[in-house]
């Protein structure tokens, strides 16, 4: 079977179940929801509607606003093209029907970049859902108190263009740890685990501990935040340093990295190993 059929009966097999549209609208609401009470937020702060002693922690410059809302397409959505991808994956070996896909697709390398070829759709698909949840009200709320939302600058949408790039790479990691961990509980529970347990413990801790920062900067959910050049997190204190430590090239490289590792270990210790 060729790459173009291998990665049409992974869209087929995507869009034929109900979890990629249950993810999809889950992170809409989630993302669009955050954004605009954010947005809402700054935004009367920044007007003056509300006082600045109101808010208990440091407030953000107006030329700030605009990045720190959108990306929270980022920030908090990219949780859910990582799972989407570990689910492509993981779905196969707890419903067995990754045996009738090796039949179908005996070339096992076909078979693995058909599914990172629909996970390069699927993330596209989910980056463009979280790009519009989060600039959609976040530009309309804080145009409402007069902040300026920069959408006709090059820059924003250079911005956006990093955005859904980090939520595809997202997407490529997912399919490189469910290829690793077969048990879809385990990776589903490992990635959740990490990235909204551990590592934010792990980068809150380096932000106080000199010398871990330069350790905390290169961990998964670091790098996205260097690529793209703003967060929501580390504009309101803790690591702030880890954005600018790295450049947004090096953020890109880091994040591709790791869903290279992740995929290239999936397929020596586990893609390659006989399914029952």
Do not use: C
């Not at 109900?18 to 702060?45: D, E, H, K, N």
């Not at 600045?52 to 440091?58: F, H, K």
């Not at 859902?129 to 006709?152: E, M, R, S, Y």
């Not at 935040?225 to 090239?249: E, K, M, R």
Request: proline share 4%; hydrophobic share 55%.
């Amino acid at each position: 079977m060729s790459l173009a059929r291998a990665t049409r009966s992974e869209l087929t097999k995507q869009f034929t179940t109900s979890m990629w549209w249950i993810l999809g609208v889950v992170l809409f609401l989630y993302v669009g929801a955050t954004a605009a009470g954010l947005a809402a937020t700054f935004g009367a702060l920044s007007s003056g509607a509300i006082g600045s002693d109101a808010m208990n922690g440091p407030a953000l410059p107006e030329q700030s606003l605009p990045p720190v809302i959108y990306s929270l397409a980022t920030a908090v959505g990219y949780v859910f093209p990582l799972l989407i991808g570990t689910l492509l994956v993981t779905g196969e070996f707890r419903h067995k029907t990754l045996t009738p896909t090796f039949l179908a697709t005996p070339r096992r390398g076909v078979a693995l970049a058909g599914k990172v070829t629909a996970g390069i759709v699927m993330g596209a698909l989910y980056a463009a859902l979280a790009i519009i949840a989060a600039v959609g009200p976040g530009a309309a709320l804080l145009a409402g108190f007069g902040v300026d939302t920069q959408l006709d600058q090059s820059d924003t949408w250079a911005f956006v263009g990093r955005m859904a790039i980090a939520l595809i790479l997202w997407t490529l990691i997912g399919i490189g740890v469910g290829t690793l961990i077969r048990n879809q509980v385990a990776a589903v529970v490992g990635v959740l685990a990490f990235t909204q347990f551990i590592e934010p413990i792990l980068r809150t801790v380096g932000a106080f501990v000199d010398g871990l920062s330069d350790v905390t900067k290169y961990l998964p959910g670091a790098a996205p935040d260097a690529l793209v050049g703003a967060s929501i997190f580390t504009s309101l204190g803790g690591d702030s340093a880890t954005v600018t430590s790295l450049d947004w090239w090096v953020g890109g490289l880091l994040l591709l990295g790791y869903a290279v590792v992740f995929l290239l270990l999936g397929w020596l210790f586990s893609w390659r190993r006989d399914v029952s």
